[in-house]
């Protein structure tokens, strides 16, 4: 028995079956490449850094401290020591305005920080055109205070302290092996440093920062 067309119901069945076996086969694609053995990165974005206290100890009443979010640029070298493993020397810079001072009137200035991290990131190839990344980071950060409120100058110093930092992001092939973009988040901390102001006394005051980077890596 033909169908109005003249081709057998049998056949039209088989070209059917056949077409649902092709839409249940798996796809053959290749995951992401993952950049070269060597690298080097450029980042730069924004950082956020979380209200602080200075804090004398007793020695004097203590002042909140809040921040505007403000730029963070950063450059890496790296190198690849496993298949999805890989380390980097880091340096970084990170600027944060001064908005408010409590208590006081008429706050102003910056907090930097300049951060010297070792890193280490395990890379997760998918099929999606797209290699996420987890990292962690320990190093040296150096900070410089420059803090003004109440019409005068409340601090202008240095100091230094361990830091950590926890890595999260995105990597976009671009060339394989050759070049990538990325997006990524990082979560920078101190040990408490240690500050001194214009009337001469010591206060501590923590570094909690959030990062936002958009940046390029190249591969050798």
Known sequence: MRSHDGVKKTDIASLLSAGLLLLAAPIRTEAAPLIGNFYVALN??????????IDYRGAQPNRSIRFDPDYAVSGAAGWRVL???????????RQSDVIDVDPGFAPSGQVTATTYMVNGYFDFPTYAGVVPHIGVGLGRAQFAHNIEVDGATLSNTHSHAFAYQAIGGLEFPIISRRLAATLEYRYLATTSPLFIDMNRFFYHSDYNSHTFFAGLRWGF
């Open 83 to 93: 298949d999805f493993y890989r380390v980097e020397f880091e340096i970084a810079h």
């Open 44 to 53: 730069a974005g924004a950082a956020a850094l979380e209200d602080s206290t």
